[in-house]
């Protein structure tokens, strides 16, 4: 009955590979988000969707693609991984009455990516 | 720039001590400021904010936002040491597609 779910955990690749996390969300939310979260602990925005629409789109490489096919997926693709992508990412989703307001993120347990 | 800056870092106590984490912020438009725990995975859900002077509490943690001197403290009484992780604050912002700004966290770490 997990809330938001994100695989795999772990991924370890090499330079110049692609690779894909894939995000999902059962609690009916309208939004989700890629966050980076790096060796400092700084948790950093990448991406937002709205019911399947690009709402957020900060200044990331674009090697970096997200995609939604549902409003209750997200999954981000990686091209020509490189070793400053190394770092942890969270998905999270957020119930959003308004795009006025705030309302809390619920996040996935993260996927620790390792590029040597 | 909006940022967000918590402290200390980082903070050992011990089981029984009481802490306050602190949560200072320079954002335009500020909307709300929330807490955060994350042990090892995701980070967990404690308090939204978004009234100045209005305790939110929950057991032992509780927390108060200072809107005119743009901070915040989560204080946790009678520490045990499954307090022990990373307290992060998130700030957000009117009119922003609930787009959040972090901060570093304070790592506390509770000895028995």
């Known amino acids: 009955d997990t809330a938001v779910s994100q695989t795999p955990k772990y991924l370890v690749t090499q330079m110049g590979n692609d690779k894909s996390i894939k995000c999902e969300q059962n609690?009916?939310?309208?939004?989700m988000y890629w966050y980076k979260q790096d060796s400092k602990k700084f948790l950093k925005i990448m991406f937002s969707?709205?019911?399947?629409?690009?709402?957020i789109n900060e200044t990331v490489p674009n090697r970096f693609s997200p995609k939604s096919p549902d409003k209750a997926h997200l999954n981000l693709h990686i091209n020509s991984l490189e070793l400053g992508d190394s770092a942890v990412y969270f998905c999270?989703?957020?119930?959003?009455?308004?795009?006025?307001?705030?309302?809390?993120?619920?996040f996935g347990n993260g996927t620790r990516l390792t590029v040597t | 720039e909006d940022k967000v800056v918590q402290s200390p870092l980082s903070l050992v106590v011990h089981e029984g001590d009481t802490v306050t984490l602190n949560c200072s912020y320079e954002?335009?438009?500020?909307?709300?400021l929330l807490w955060y725990k994350q042990e090892k995975k995701a980070p967990t859900f404690l308090f939204m904010l978004?009234?100045?002077?209005i305790e939110k509490k929950s057991g032992r943690l509780s927390s108060i936002l200072d809107k005119k001197e743009l901070f915040s403290i989560l204080n946790i009484t009678a520490t045990q040491t499954g307090d022990s992780a990373v307290y992060l604050c998130?700030?957000?912002?009117?009119?922003?597609?609930?787009?959040?700004?972090f901060g570093s966290g304070t790592k506390l770490n509770v000895k028995p």
């Open positions: 999270a989703s957020s119930q959003d009455e308004s795009r006025t307001l705030n309302s809390p993120l619920h």
């Open positions: 609690l009916g939310h309208d939004t």
């Open positions: 969707y709205n019911n399947k629409e690009l709402i």
């Open positions: 954002v335009t438009n500020f909307r709300s």
């Open positions: 978004t009234s100045s002077g």
């Open positions: 998130a700030v957000g912002r009117w009119y922003n597609f609930n787009k959040f700004y």
